[in-house]
T-cell receptor
Framework: AQSVTQPDIHITVSEGASLELRCNYS??????LFWYVQSPGQGLQLLLK??????LVQGIKGFEAEFKRSQSSFNLRKPSVHWSDAAEYFC???????????????FGTGTRLTIIP | GAGVSQTPSNKVTEKGKYVELRCDPI?????LYWYRQSLGQGPEFLIY????????DSGLPNDRFFAVRPEGSVSTLKIQRTERGDSAVYLC??????????????FGPGTRLTVT
């Protein structure tokens, strides 16, 4: 079955430490891949997206993600986290064969990031 | 410019009542999506509009749920005979033209629906 998996429900990281959030997908063909962030009381915000080409994608707020076809993964990374990065992070996909114009997103269950001083 | 807005931000209703949730997309965005986010879960797709028409309503859980977008801008999600299981945050998103070149959906802050 087609799915998006975020294995880590909750991650705690010290401020200034590096971060990696995991995302795996299960689709017949590589879907379009996204990472969104959801802060309390805020709407979902797109951090970055991957369609094709360079497998290392740069996003906003200092985040990057690496697409690895062999592992069906699209992990999100940040070299040094800030207290303001505390939020819920969602990996999402749009299947390659979606009806034209319909870009409905399928989300993982999310990873809650806590930052400790 | 203004982002996607949703009203009300919170709605508490009794089981069996009818509710309407409103979404005001970014001006000029032709594609509009509704998602539902239950506690501890990621958002789940409900319905997609391209212009005035519902191009994909495959995510609506049952016939108690209905959505309209009569003028191709504001959309209303309508839930009849609400049940406690309908309690969730309802998210609306819009995008410029629904074409693959953009793929960026802008989300509203959501409406938190609580059915008592």
């Amino acid at each position: 079955a087609q799915s998006v998996t975020q294995p880590d429900i909750h991650i705690t990281v010290s401020e200034g430490a590096s971060l990696e959030l995991r995302c795996n997908y299960s689709y017949g063909a590589t879907p379009y891949l996204f990472w969104y962030v959801q802060s309390p009381g805020q709407g979902l915000q797109l951090l970055l997206k991957y369609f094709s080409g360079d497998t290392l994608v740069q996003g906003i707020k200092g985040f990057e993600a690496e697409f690895k076809r062999s592992q069906s993964s699209f992990n999100l990374r940040k070299p040094s986290v800030h207290w303001s990065d505390a939020a819920e992070y969602f990996c999402a996909v749009v299947p390659l064969l979606s009806n034209f114009g319909n870009e409905k997103l399928t989300f993982g269950t999310g990873t809650r990031l806590t930052i400790i001083p | 410019g203004a982002g996607v807005s949703q009203t009300p931000s919170n709605k508490v209703t009794e089981k069996g009542k009818y509710v309407e949730l409103r979404c005001d997309p970014i001006s000029g965005h032709t594609a509009l999506y509704w998602y539902r986010q239950s506690l501890g879960q990621g958002p789940e797709f409900l319905i997609y509009f391209q212009g005035t028409g519902a191009a994909d309503d495959s995510g609506l859980p049952n016939d108690r749920f209905f959505a309209v977008r009569p003028e191709g801008s504001v959309s209303t999600l309508k839930i009849q005979r609400t049940e406690r299981g309908d309690s969730a945050v309802y998210l609306c998103a819009s995008s410029f033209d629904g074409q693959r070149s953009s793929y960026e959906q802008y989300f509203g802050p959501g409406t938190r629906l609580t059915v008592t």
